[in-house]
């Protein structure tokens, strides 16, 4: 009885203690990077380090707002990440539509053909992609970037939204069909709304990687005013002194819109995960 | 005449082809003209162009940068890759069970996958400043060391990128596996329970053969992004003047391309890389045929 109570205890207790370490881990870089977002520039070189700021300000914030091209790449960001989401949404759901509930010759193989472009990774994309960017004429264009993004993202959401609509069972539309509805009106009234989860993962996976995105914005974009958030503030860097403070309200204010659309959605994402994201 | 049956071929390939078009001009013919690229000798951005056959690749050949950048990246990606699925597995056998506050646990858990590169990076570079960051601070009080360290400099960077790297990506593991673990009957562990196992024999006998297809995919998955991992690696050596201790194989075709203007040699690289993938992929499965079919 004893001992079985005291190996409760122990199991308990191993689970919270790596509970607890895996908060910190995660937890402590982003409750630095808050602490020093909001400390004078004396405070933030200060030794010993103060984790909470003895005298917080807002400086750091003002000056990033109005000293830097902040405002002007976060703008481009939300719009093209807003964009490449819309644009991956709708390619993809039709897609997915097309691979789930039409019959033609060589749908399997377009399918595997797809699955397999997951492999390519950006850096052996991106520079051919450039040159070819390039000769079309629309290099320095968010517009290439939209495209990049949701090439890019396309053989995932793909797969995720065909495993989506797989489980939608083809009864409810037939049944919508025979009730004199369209097909157009079946997939917008019965199918769509069943594979909202599906969408949704689909959109928080393009929305994250356009905001993340270094590489493509890197190569693709020349002039600074259409410089996304990522570039923009990696720039930042560029001075012989690098303003910490400042930076670290940059990384915020960069990591906040990501965070909120994610926890919003976060269920959904690990569903979606669940549902056939790696399996399959 | 259009048939039903034809009719319902057209819209299918009508509703499919803008993904299709999408992937095939913007992913596969870029990776196919790399080739091509390859055999070139280009200048970056002008186009005046020389065919060259595999001239290319005999410099890369005698080219003692490629070979430094071939072991960098390796030891990179196997460090990096062997401690995100330890960690990512732990992680997930955790918060798997039920405990309070296990949703808060896991979003917070997830943090570092979500967030941008360079937020990761620029944390990183702070925490490790030599003589600014909390690392330093923490172990010179601690008496764990003398003198603050340098993680940015020459002997410690890639110590540095490879463990930062860890903490960005072992989530992926984790939101993985945990996702797998969640469709694991209860009544097998109660059985195992029954039969008076061990949480470790559970562990063994219980838990990995369940996960062991999905396992599977994900080592796979994960070696082939930590094998071609740009932005984060090009990040933390940037402006760290220590950069060249760990550029990879990712990072040296950038450079030949956008620092030297080299796109033929870029594109080589990109192709060797390409190359060293497939075979290992394809002996990768070989190895795990077993898997590969419940994965």
């Not at chain 1, 919270?16 to 602490?35: K, N, R, T």
């Not at chain 2, 999905?214 to 690696?233: A, E, G, H, N, Y």
């Not at chain 2, 090009?234 to 203007?261: C, D, N």
Request: with cysteine.
């Amino acid at each position: 009885m004893n001992r079985s109570r005291n190996r409760w205890f122990s199991t308990r207790g191993l689970l919270y203690g790596g509970a607890v370490l895996l908060v910190l881990q995660a937890a402590f870089p982003f409750f630095w990077m808050i602490s020093t977002s909001f400390k004078p520039p004396s405070e933030v070189f200060a030794q010993p380090p103060s984790f909470i700021p003895e005298d917080p300000t807002w400086d750091n914030f003002h000056r990033l707002f109005t000293a830097t091209g902040f405002l002007t790449y976060f703008w481009n960001s939300v719009i093209v990440s807003g964009l490449s989401v819309l644009l991956t949404m709708i390619v993809s759901a039709a897609g997915a539509y097309s691979l789930t509930r039409y019959r033609y010759i060589g749908r399997e193989k377009i399918a595997g053909l797809i699955l397999c472009t997951y492999m390519f990774a950006p850096i052996m994309v991106v520079i051919p992609f450039f040159i070819l960017v390039k000769k079309i004429g629309i290099e320095n264009t968010h517009f290439a970037l939209v495209l990049a993004f949701t090439s890019f993202c396309l053989p995932f959401t793909l797969w995720l939204m065909r495993a989506f609509f797989a489980t939608i069972p083809m009864e409810l539309e037939e049944a919508a069909l025979v009730d004199g509805a369209g097909r157009v009106r079946a997939l917008l009234y019965v199918v769509l709304p069943l594979a909202l989860p599906g969408i949704i993962a689909t959109s928080i996976f393009t929305f994250i990687l356009a905001w993340n995105d270094y590489i493509f914005t890197r190569i693709l974009i020349t002039s600074d005013e259409l410089k996304t958030l990522p570039v923009g503030v990696q720039d930042l860097f560029h001075s012989s002194l690098i303003d910490w403070g400042l930076i670290m309200a940059a990384g915020m204010m960069i990591t906040i819109p990501a965070l909120l659309f994610f926890l919003s959605v976060q269920r959904y994402l690990i569903r979606g995960w669940g549902a056939g994201g790696v399996k399959g | 005449m259009v048939g039903p049956k034809s009719r319902e071929q057209l819209v299918g390939l009508l509703t499919i082809a803008p993904a299709l078009f999408l992937i095939l001009a913007l992913t596969l013919y870029p990776v196919a003209y790399s080739i091509w690229l390859s055999l070139l000798e280009k200048h970056s951005f002008f186009p005046q162009e020389r065919f060259i056959g595999l001239e290319n690749f005999f410099y890369l050949w005698k080219d003692e940068e490629f070979w430094t950048s071939l072991w960098l990246g390796t030891v990179y990606s196997i460090w990096t890759i062997l401690f995100q699925i330890i960690l990512g597995v732990a992680a997930a056998l955790i918060l798997n069970e039920s405990f309070v506050g296990r949703g808060l646990v896991r979003a917070i858990t997830l943090f570092p996958y979500m967030v941008p590169t360079i937020v990761a990076v620029i944390l990183w570079k702070w925490l490790l400043n030599d003589t600014y960051g909390v690392v330093n601070y923490w172990m010179l009080a601690l008496g764990i060391v003398r003198d603050p360290i340098s993680w940015l400099g020459t002997d410690h960077i890639m110590l540095s990128v490879i463990v930062m790297s860890i903490w960005q990506f072992f989530p992926f593991v984790l939101l993985t596996i945990l996702a797998r673990l969640q469709t694991i009957p209860p009544e097998l562990y109660e059985a195992a329970k029954v039969d008076g196992a061990s949480a470790v024999r559970r562990f063994i006998h219980v838990t990995l053969p369940q996960i062991r297809g999905i396992l599977f995919v994900v080592i796979l998955l994960r070696s082939i992004w930590m094998f071609t991992k740009f932005d984060t690696v090009w990040l933390m050596g940037e402006g760290a003047g220590a950069g060249r201790f760990i550029r990879t194989l990712p990072v040296y075709a950038y450079m030949r391309t956008l620092t030297y203007y080299q796109a033929g040699l870029g594109a080589a690289l990109a192709v060797i890389m390409f190359a060293i993938l497939i075979v290992c992929t394809a002996i990768y499965f070989r190895m795990f045929r077993e898997e590969a079919d419940i994965g």
